[in-house]
């Protein structure tokens, strides 16, 4: 991959990470950059959190731009974002992992029916 063409793709997840923290935030989601410190006996990861009335994405901040993305379009799968603005390649990521998230029994199993 030529430089001028890696430039344009880091480019390009660079606005697509700042489209999906932006969505985020309009759905009332606080959306952290953070060092997460990994102590001996548990392991911390980048993702969905809720700290009393607050929900947050808290993400690493040493995580390459493309898990960054993951991190949001899976946390943002799951949400209603009929009423927000994404690119068209942006809500295809979206969609792709909500529609991967479905229940295949209708939802009933979760209910117990």
């Known amino acids: 991959m030529t430089s001028a063409k890696a430039q344009r793709e880091l480019a390009a997840q660079q606005s697509l990470l700042d489209e999906l923290k932006a ?3 309009r759905l009332g989601l606080q959306v952290r950059e953070e060092r997460l410190l990994r102590e001996v006996g548990y ?3 980048s993702g969905g959190c809720r700290l009393r009335q607050s929900e947050l ?3 690493e901040r040493g995580l390459p731009v493309s898990a960054q993305i993951e991190v949001l379009v899976d946390e943002l ?3 209603p974002l009929d009423d927000i603005y994404l690119s068209p ?3 295809a990521l ?3 992992v909500a529609t991967r998230e479905l229940p295949r029994d209708g939802g009933r199993e979760a209910h117990g029916g």
Request: charged residues 40%.
């Open 43 to 45: 392991r911390v990861r």
């Open 77 to 79: 799968a799951g949400r």
């Open 94 to 96: 979206v969609d792709r």
């Open 89 to 91: 390649a942006a809500r």
């Open 57 to 59: 994405i808290f993400l």
């Open 23 to 25: 969505a985020a935030e």
